[in-house]
């Protein structure tokens, strides 16, 4: 191994820098003003955090084997592709900035606009800004409504009036059929002729790992006889591109998935909700990590007074039912911030302390599941004989606890982040249409459906926004607990799972 | 055994203390009364003879901890701490902001509730055992494989879909029943067959999974390899016992919701428009009525404490082996 003299943290470390001088100083040389959420903050901790533990990690014979057996499984890997286009998807909606207002005579310095928008808003341009008056379906022209115009011969009529931008380069209604097959087609191919170009590309990077001829590579992959199945990868890349250019084809003169009550096109805001999603799914876990591992291996390494007063907090905590202490304490925050508006300087501020706190409330009421686990398990490891050991050597019992216990429960840890995830995302969902989830004025697949189900009662039914929640929320949620399965599997096949 | 169980209830009563200083924490020492006053009579104009008044109407005029301008004792039970969170502990919960009595609402909204989650729960363990049971025998082969796969996509749906699809495909499409309501008596059947139908599908996923992986640890013991080799069918070894035995952790795990059953389905009930606890409790979150809302927190308590009891006896109940000490 020529590769020893490099650190593990080498790529990491490089990877980071460039993000956060990227964080820096792009915005200046664009000239926008870049706007620091404490959601964003944390995300890009996260993101950095999980490239260091994976550089580590890969060090480490005896780490690195259970994800060896992960990379090995086809469904995992599938899931794994899906769950990053998620992830890619969040991570270009968590940069946020404003943009300048253009220049007034005489104006001195530039002025930014109020409006906070993301790198994601800039991709998505034309579904953003393609806002129609109320309801209309997928693929529509006319709106849903009919509506009384006056006509140029003075009489009045009601019809469903075109829309401003839903198939409005068409002026002939009979062509729309034929644009829209003609716009699928071309993404359609667009979408294979990139993932033909994935598939070059892989070939020749593993035909240099395996130094093999390039066509090789090409049919061995083709084939399937590799060790981490991309063919399956490949397919569910290929897929999810073609999926992705029909509708960025499509989505340049129509509504996709419809418009909403005020307008907004319904694919817009379900890409928007992938953010929040991951938000809760993941910062949930961080926040209450620490607490619980910490809690946990103490109370299962000291006993005594410290296990009991530990138990103590985490029967308390566990006994009351969750909905309902997320629920006082989301109130109780609730109040607090309609009382104190002076604390915020703009409503994306507000909305994204009240997503942090909605994080910080899930976590609260979701470590004890984990504190109990690692007090089990600490309970086991203590009579090991390198722990007796340790002891013996006249070692601290927070070197012991850092150095031996932490290492052999981290297994654990893992296994209940990964479960918990989809949990989470499904979660708020439903906190979201009690009243005690995201802000209203969030973005999530909850609002989404809360503002949807009535609609069901309309004649003709509006179903497109919860069919658009339901594909987003359910590719996510899928993707995730299959992934999750593997994890599992890989890393600790005895784990009974958690009663539903 | 009785000592155990009189120990354990003694054990209770810190937690339901620790619980009732949370409570009390959030409500009344994160926002003091004058917030929330200000809260429900809007945050602008108001008056702060309004907030009194607001707050004198529904008994949070008194102090939070210690009143000094009482006598004796007084100085002690004439404190919100004492008259809104230590009563509680007599089940006593007040009157709710619109000035109903709660005990009595909880009381007449129990029934619905029971009507509904007691046949989602034991139905829903039903069907769950069968179709792990269909799983555990067909283990490893394709019919397993496939099974469990459609038991994740069962378990990647939001419970809300579940609850809009059925809705709107039995109610709305095929009008086999009212959407929503409820009537008393005999009446409330057809109002609850949809309700009860959508719980125990969208509990279907996961519920067979984790019984599926319990059955096939017990499979794996020796007991049964013994009872396959005194040459008994695959199914009378499934059915005598594997299923008798398995019936432990299955049924332990379930004794915990039982007293929560009480509680009633949030979603469910609040979707279908069922008069029970569930929608009782989103409604008061959804008025910001705090004082239901403590009290259903303390009753949530009290009940998930009382199941983890019911538990441990019924692990001595069904396995001997287990001796409470």
């Known amino acids: 191994m020529a590769k020893r003299s490099r650190p593990f943290w080498l790529w990491p470390a490089v990877t980071v820098l460039i993000l956060a001088l990227a964080w820096w100083q792009l915005p200046a040389q664009f000239g926008v003003r870049p706007v620091y959420l404490w959601t964003d903050r944390l995300i890009f901790l996260l993101l950095a955090g999980a490239l260091f533990l994976g550089g580590w990690i890969r060090r480490r014979e005896h780490l690195r084997q259970p994800w060896v057996e992960v990379f090995r499984q086809r469904r995992a890997m599938v899931a794994l592709v899906v769950l990053l286009a998620f992830v890619i998807t969040g991570l270009l909606d968590s940069v946020h900035y404003r943009k300048p207002l253009p220049m007034v005579d005489g104006q001195q310095g530039v002025q930014y606009s109020v409006e906070v928008v993301t790198l994601l808003d800039e991709l998505l341009g034309t579904l953003r800004e393609g806002t129609e008056k109320t309801y209309s379906a997928p693929f529509a022209m006319t709106q849903l409504a009919r509506e009384t115009v006056t006509l140029p011969d003075g009489t009045q009529s009601r019809i469903r009036p075109r829309l401003r931008h839903g198939g409005a380069h068409l002026t002939d209604p009979s062509q729309r059929g034929r644009d829209i097959l003609a716009s699928g087609l071309a993404g359609a191919a667009i979408g294979v002729g990139l993932t033909m170009l994935v598939w070059l590309l892989l070939g020749a990077i593993l035909s240099r790992r395996w130094q093999t001829s390039w066509r090789a590579a090409l049919t061995r992959i083709v084939h399937g006889r590799t060790e981490v199945p991309w063919r399956a990868i490949l397919v569910t890349a290929g897929s999810l591109l073609v999926l992705m250019a029909m509708t960025a084809l499509w989505s340049r003169h129509w509504h996709v998935f419809g418009t909403d009550k005020v307008g907004e096109d319904v694919l817009y805001l379900a890409i928007k909700s992938i953010r929040t999603g991951l938000v809760i799914g993941t910062l949930t876990t961080l926040v209450m990590l620490p607490f619980a591992i910490l809690l946990g291996i103490m109370a299962g390494y000291f006993r005594g007074w410290v296990d009991d007063i530990i138990q103590y907090l985490y029967t308390t905590l566990s006994s009351i039912p969750g909905v309902l202490l997320i629920a006082a304490a989301v109130l109780s925050i609730q109040v607090y911030i309609a009382n104190h508006p002076d604390l915020f300087e703009t409503a994306t501020d507000r909305a994204d302390l009240r997503l942090l706190a909605l994080c910080v409330i899930l976590g609260i009421t979701s470590w004890t599941n984990l504190c109990r686990l690692l007090r089990g398990e600490t309970f086991k490891l203590r009579e090991m004989d390198y722990i007796q050991a340790a002891t013996a050597f006249g070692v601290g019992h927070f070197t012991i606890l850092g150095r031996h216990v932490l290492p052999n429960v981290l297994h654990i840890v893992l296994i209940i982040v990964v479960l918990d995830f989809s949990g989470l995302v499904l979660a708020e969902a439903v906190l979201s249409y009690v009243g005690v989830g995201v802000d209203p004025s969030t973005i999530s697949w909850g609002n989404m459906i809360n503002g949807a189900r009535l609609e069901l009662a309309r004649e003709p039914v509006v179903w497109w926004s919860l069919a658009a929640a339901f594909v987003f929320m359910f590719a996510l949620v899928l993707s995730a607990n299959l992934f999750a399965d593997a994890v599992r599997d890989a890393f600790d096949p005895r784990l009974r799972e958690q009663s539903p | ?325």
């Not at chain 2, 009563?87 to 509904?116: E, T």
């Not at chain 2, 013994?226 to 035995?245: D, M, Q, W």
């Open chain 2, 1 to 325: 055994m009785f000592a155990y169980i009189v120990r354990r209830v003694l054990y209770a009563i810190p937690i339901l203390i620790g619980v009732n200083l949370l409570t009390f924490t959030l409500f009344f020492v994160v926002n003091s009364p004058d917030d929330m006053a200000r809260m429900h009579l809007g945050v602008k104009r108001v008056t702060p003879e309004a907030i009194e008044k607001w707050k004198a109407e529904r008994g949070y005029d008194k102090p939070l901890l210690y009143n000094e301008r009482a006598e004796g004792l007084q100085r002690f039970t004439a404190t919100i701490f004492f008259e809104k969170s230590v009563s509680l502990f007599a089940f006593r919960f007040g009157r709710a902001d619109d000035g109903r009595d709660i005990a009595w609402d909880i009381r007449q909204r129990m029934w619905p509730s029971l009507a509904i989650a007691i046949p989602t729960f034991l139905l829903g363990i039903l069907v769950n055992i069968t179709f792990a049971m269909l799983l555990a025998f067909f283990r490893a082969t394709y019919i397993d494989v496939w099974g469990v796969v459609l038991c994740v996509i069962l378990m990647s749906i939001s419970t809300l879909f579940y609850i809009i699809g059925g809705q709107y495909m039995v109610g709305k499409l095929l009008h086999l029943v009212p959407i929503s309501g409820y009537d008393s008596g005999t009446n409330a059947f057809k109002f609850l067959v949809l309700p009860i139908v959508i719980g125990i599908i969208s509990g279907i996923g996961a519920g067979t999974r984790w019984y599926r992986t319990i059955f096939l640890e017990e499979i794996n013991k020796d007991y049964v390899r013994t009872a396959r080799a005194k040459g008994l069918s695959e199914l009378r070894v499934l059915f005598r016992h594997v299923l008798k035995n398995a019936m432990i952790p299955i049924l332990t795990g379930a004794v915990v919701i039982i007293p929560l059953l009480f509680m009633g389905s949030l979603l469910l009930e609040s979707f279908f428009g069922i008069p029970g606890l569930g929608s009782y409790t989103i409604d008061a979150i959804q008025a910001q009525d705090f004082a239901i809302v403590r009290a259903m927190v303390f009753l949530g308590s009290v009940l998930y404490i009382v199941g983890l009891v019911l538990t441990d006896i019924s692990y001595t109940l069904v396995d001997p082996r287990v001796r409470l000490e």
